[in-house]
């Protein structure tokens, strides 16, 4: 639970984190080293998009900042006098969510399953649907929280599942590539929506994705993960890093245009 004072600063634009600290994070599964010595550090009130070839270990770096794979080294939340944050919020938005399309849950229903124990088919609270119609609100989706989830479009289900990770308010916003498949109208007005959060809430972000464009128009840092982190600066100082030309070789940008290609 978050103490008064954090809630309070939430409330009025700040936050009372500072920044996460990764020290020498490494992560081993079955014997193959995912990641090795990671040092990085990811500010509040900045959206610092993480990039790397495929099989670089972004994933894996995301979930051992959720805690889902056991690493070595240290994550820290720390506060600006440098000392330990407790109770920090991850707020997440996959990829992709992977469910039954003719499902007849509504959008009200999906999230506040997440909110109550009480089984949404039994009915939802008021309570509980002004805190989803707040969230959604929040993502500029308020209008879809009678629409069945499966009608979505992918823009619309996206800033669904942005107003999910923002039920309770999080200090580090997580996006894995979250407007992979989402055409450009859904696309701007998702990243317009991150941005808002960013700047109102002084809220840490990380955005992992494959889209330089899209990393150089809204990331404040880029880090260069390849199982460690390469090179971290503006988008193009790294951009323009001979690690980064290594990682990505000119002729395979080339053909690839903006974006690295499915694999």
């Not at 498949?181 to 929506?193: A, E, I, K, R």
């Amino acid at each position: 639970m978050k103490s008064e004072e954090h809630i309070h600063e939430h409330e009025h634009g700040g936050c009372a984190l500072c920044r996460i600290e990764l020290n020498g994070v490494g992560v081993s599964i079955g014997g193959d080293q995912l990641l090795k010595d990671v040092d990085l550090h990811i500010h509040c009130g900045q959206l610092t998009a993480l990039v790397g070839p495929n099989g670089a270990g972004k994933t894996t770096l995301i979930r051992a900042l959720l805690n889902e794979v056991p690493y070595t080294g240290s994550i820290r939340h720390m506060d600006a006098d440098g000392k330990d944050f407790p109770g920090v919020r991850i707020g997440y938005v996959p990829q992709q969510l992977p469910f039954d399309r003719q499902m007849p849950v509504t959008v009200c229903d999906f999230l506040a399953s997440t909110l109550t124990r009480r089984p949404v088919w039994l009915g939802v609270s008021k309570k509980v649907k002004d805190k989803v119609r707040e969230a959604l609100g929040a993502a500029k989706a308020e209008a879809m929280i009678d629409k069945r989830l499966g009608a979505l479009s992918g823009g619309e289900l996206q800033r669904v599942l942005l107003a999910m990770a923002l039920m309770p308010l999080p200090d580090l916003l997580v996006l894995d590539e979250p407007v992979s498949g989402v055409d450009q109208n859904g696309l701007s007005l998702f990243l317009q929506l991150v941005c808002e959060l960013k700047e109102k809430h002084h809220m840490a972000i990380l955005l992992v994705s494959h889209d330089w464009e899209l990393v150089r128009r809204y990331a404040d840092r880029v880090a260069l993960l390849e199982k460690s982190i390469l090179c971290d600066g503006s988008p193009e100082e790294v951009f323009s890093s001979p690690e980064f030309s290594r990682a990505f070789p000119p002729a395979f940008l080339a053909g690839s245009e903006t974006k690295e290609p499915e694999q």
